[in-house]
């Protein structure tokens, strides 16, 4: 039995993650700005299919693995700060543009806009640490089948982030119209997204958690 304190920790947490910028959320906007609704909706749901290989290799205890071999979770996780501070560089750089500027990009097919948002998904750090030390925080062997709560609670996660991304998909377009001819807004979204990018970097780097098998502790601070 999971406790709703846990169900409403994981649903917060994914909440938070889901509102920040991230890999995710550039490809699923870039795509629907640029193709369209249809195209950001079909790489929405590559990005699901990501979320769930994550799920099931929490559920499976795959991701304990890290719990066992620190040196190993070390190395994702700053990887991982490595590529979103690239993430923030390319939106702050001179020449910059918004992910929410219309450009023009070649229309791929529905296989690919698949597969891109699977891979891009696979290659979130945010998600990643979401499911390696997060997550296990909030199962608690003694109230029950640890594997059981670990796709319950993911579920919840998965939940959350398709819901708003979603709405971030279908409000693309409306919100690159109004963007657009307002190039002052834009470079503010740019520089917000950016600095946003490079602050998760920094607590993705820093941060001492590390992974550990489904026991609670406190939860991170990210």
């Known amino acids: 039995m999971i406790e709703t304190a846990a169900l409403f920790g994981v649903a917060a947490a994914a909440l938070g993650m889901v509102l920040t910028p991230g890999p995710n959320m550039m490809y699923l906007v870039s795509r629907s700005v640029s193709q369209g609704r249809r195209a950001g909706l079909v790489s929405l749901g590559g990005v699901a299919a990501g979320f769930g290989v994550y799920l099931a290799a929490a559920t499976a205890g795959i991701t304990a693995v890290f719990a066992v071999v620190p040196g190993l979770y070390l190395a994702v996780k700053l990887a991982g700060a490595g590529y979103l501070l690239w993430l923030a560089w390319q939106a702050v750089r001179p020449g910059g543009t918004s992910v929410f500027a219309p450009a023009e990009l070649p229309p791929d097919p529905t296989r690919r806009l698949f ?61 690159a119209a109004f ?6 807004w834009l470079r503010i979204q740019r520089y917000f997204m950016g600095t946003m990018l490079g602050g998760i970097a920094v607590l993705v780097a820093t941060d001492r958690a590390r992974p550990m098998p489904a026991r609670r502790r406190e939860p991170l601070n990210m």
């Open 115 to 175: 597969t891109m948002g699977l891979v891009t998904n696979l290659l979130n750090p945010k998600i990643a640490i979401m499911y390696m030390a997060l997550i296990p925080q909030f199962v608690a062997p003694e109230h029950g089948r640890v594997w059981l709560q670990s796709l319950c609670l993911g579920s919840v996660q998965i939940a959350v982030a398709l819901t708003v991304n979603g709405l971030i998909v279908l409000g693309a377009g409306g919100i």
């Open 179 to 184: 963007l657009t001819g307002r190039p002052l």
